[in-house]
């Protein structure tokens, strides 16, 4: 092996990840006079717009809200043309932001972490990467992603498949051309969704094979009003501020006080009707207080969304294939579309049903099902990720005392905050399972983290520490809240991502703290004030 090679690199922090956490992990912890690197396994910065390039894909906040905050003058500046942007839009802002404030000379691309393992007597993480080298810190991110480990199903037969297959993604850098082909998309979720009108417009034909139906709503993109970007521009360091005093941190919807069964019929239609014309999830979740925790309230605002598939499909019976029937509305990523449920109007779209008739085997020429065939040139799997755990679960971490990553959530994850994990010391997460980052404004999340882990590091630094690691007990204590809280809402009636269940095998717990951002952030900001509650904190 070369001389360089066998030479461990040395840092104060390291940082797995290189998507939107991970460059201001490198940002705000250099301002510490700390010397930090990120290791990125893409070959560019910005994680999950890095990798899922797939058409139409976009972001479902809106692009006022969806960026950093830690600048002024950087979201001053900054211009997004549409209400929601588009990922090769995001991709060239994370880009923008690593060349302003220099972040790619920390930043190390092409590289994949392999393990890492913690030193206790030293008190050092020593990370090994996919090209042999070794990186030593005492303090080691993993800014991994929630949504970053693509799962393609092992559907018999792909192998043999004489076609192109792709993942949402995993997309190729260069584009997809399905002109005159005829493509089958498996999987309606976010990705499936968004990418399906989009296609449909290119293919010969387009077979939607549909296991479950989702709920999505218009987006209503549009160019992005430039009097309303004056003012939201005008109003930013307000509305930031005010983005943590709600559940989803973002700013801009008044909380609904009455309960949906507290309005009468019409007035229920009439609302419904006015957030679906507005656009947006978290407009149409707050059309009323008890919309995610009473499932009588929750059924009228299903309805309303299942009554405008019925009206917008016009054959009858693939309508009513899209009419989701098995979950609460919004227990599920609430998805946003464009003319999603009015592609199926397309004599070139056929949707079929694979809950009834499941998928056999995929063959050379394409697909069978239980009970047909179908030609194929080209498969794509928008079958999802191992959310929120998978990224970390690749990484073999694990300590000389013999804690795993692997044992340590065997039945699920336990972590203190979503922040670190007992037995594993100086291991933080950004935005881990137990922290609301997946069910809020994603980039307020990872800076909230970010920001939160660079104070800690900086009162071991005062206090002359080394060393820190939740308490058991405070971590039992957190698991169990987290639990109690998804408890008390309709969330876990859904068979989703949040709770392990596209992933078989893969235990059933629900991941996302939804207690929302405000009381969380309250939360981790006393733990602080009290010097690290919950920590223990060693020389
Ligand atoms: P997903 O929500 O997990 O959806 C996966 C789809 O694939 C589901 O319809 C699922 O059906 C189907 N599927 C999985 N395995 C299958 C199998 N073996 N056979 C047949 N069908 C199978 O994944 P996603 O659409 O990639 O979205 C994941 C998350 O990423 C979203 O919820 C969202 O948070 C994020 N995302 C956001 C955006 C955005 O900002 N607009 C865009 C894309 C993704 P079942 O439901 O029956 O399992």
């Known amino acids: ?49 890095f990798w899922n390039r797939y058409p139409g894909c976009r972001c479902d906040v809106e692009s006022m809200e969806y960026s950093y905050s830690f600048s002024n003058e950087l979201q001053q500046e900054w211009k997004w043309p549409e209400r929601y942007g588009t990922q090769p839009e995001i991709l060239r802002y994370v880009n923008h932001v690593a060349d302003r404030f220099d972040l790619r000379r920390d930043v190390q691309l092409d590289t994949r972490i392999r393990s890492a393992t913690f030193d206790s007597k030293a008190n050092l993480w020593t990370l090994k990467t996919d090209k042999g080298e070794t990186v030593t810190a005492p303090f080691c991110i993993m800014a991994t992603g929630n949504l970053s480990t693509p799962r393609t199903p092992s559907i018999p037969g792909l192998k043999s498949f004489k076609g192109k297959w792709y993942h949402t993604g995993l997309w190729p850098h260069a584009g997809v051309d399905f002109t005159g082909l005829r493509v089958g998309v498996i999987g309606t979720g976010s990705s499936g969704v968004q990418m399906i009108p989009h296609i ?12 479950t139906a989702n709920f999505s709503l218009p987006a209503r993109n549009a160019p992005l009003d430039p009097e309303k970007e004056r003012k939201h521009k005008a109003e930013y360091p307000e ?6 005093d709600t559940p989803f941190g973002i700013a801009g919807f008044p909380p609904p006080e009455k309960s949906a069964l507290e309005a009468t019929e019409e007035e229920r239609r009439h609302a419904y009707a006015a957030k679906w ?34 009206a917008t499909v016009k054959d009858p019976k693939t309508a009513e294939l899209l009419c989701p029937t098995d979950h609460p ?20 779209v056929t949707l079929v049903d694979i809950r009834s008739a499941p998928i056999k085997a995929i063959t050379p020429n394409g697909l ?14 928008a079958t999802g990720f191992d959310a929120m755990t998978g990224a970390m679960k690749e990484i073999d971490i694990r300590t000389d005392k013999g804690a795993t990553i692997e ?18 010391p100086n291991l933080f997460m950004v935005t881990g399972p137990q922290s609301p980052g997946v069910k809020s404004q994603m980039i307020l999340s990872c800076e909230q983290h970010v920001d939160w882990i660079a104070d800690c590091l900086q009162h ?18 957190w698991v169990q809240h987290t639990n109690e809280v998804a408890d008390s809402t309709l969330y876990p009636l859904a068979n989703s991502w949040y709770t392990g269940a596209n992933i078989p095998g893969k235990p059933r717990v629900f991941m996302p703290y939804v207690g929302g951002v405000t009381a969380y952030k309250k939360k981790c900001d006393e733990v602080a004030a009290r010097g690290y509650e919950g920590f223990m904190l060693a020389v």
């Not at 919004?330 to 592609?343: A, P, V």
């Open 1 to 49: 092996m070369p001389a360089a090679k066998s030479k461990a690199t040395k840092l104060d922090v390291v940082i797995v990840g290189a998507g939107v956490g991970g460059l201001y992990a490198v940002h705000r912890l250099r301002k510490l006079g700390l010397k930090v690197r990120a290791y990125e396994a893409g070959s560019g910065v910005g994680g999950t717009w």
């Open 200 to 211: 449909a417009k290119q293919a010969k034909h387009l077979y939607v094979f549909q296991r």
């Open 239 to 244: 509305r930031r501020r005010a983005a943590y």
């Open 277 to 310: 014309a507005e656009g947006g999830s978290i407009s149409y979740l707050y059309a009323y207080n008890d919309l995610l925790v009473n499932k009588a309230s929750n059924d009228t605002a299903s309805e309303f969304v299942r009554e405008r598939i019925r």
């Open 329 to 348: 509305i919004g227990t599920k990523r609430l998805i946003l579309d464009t003319e999603y449920y009015e592609t199926y109007n397309r004599d070139n």
């Open 368 to 381: 069978h099902t239980t009970d047909a065939e179908y030609t194929l040139d080209a498969i794509v799997f």
């Open 407 to 424: 044992e340590k959530w065997a039945d699920g994850p336990r972590t203190y905050l979503g922040i670190m994990m007992a037995g594993f």
């Open 460 to 477: 071991l630094r005062d206090k002359g520490l080394q060393r820190i690691e939740p308490e058991k007990a405070a971590e039992d204590a």
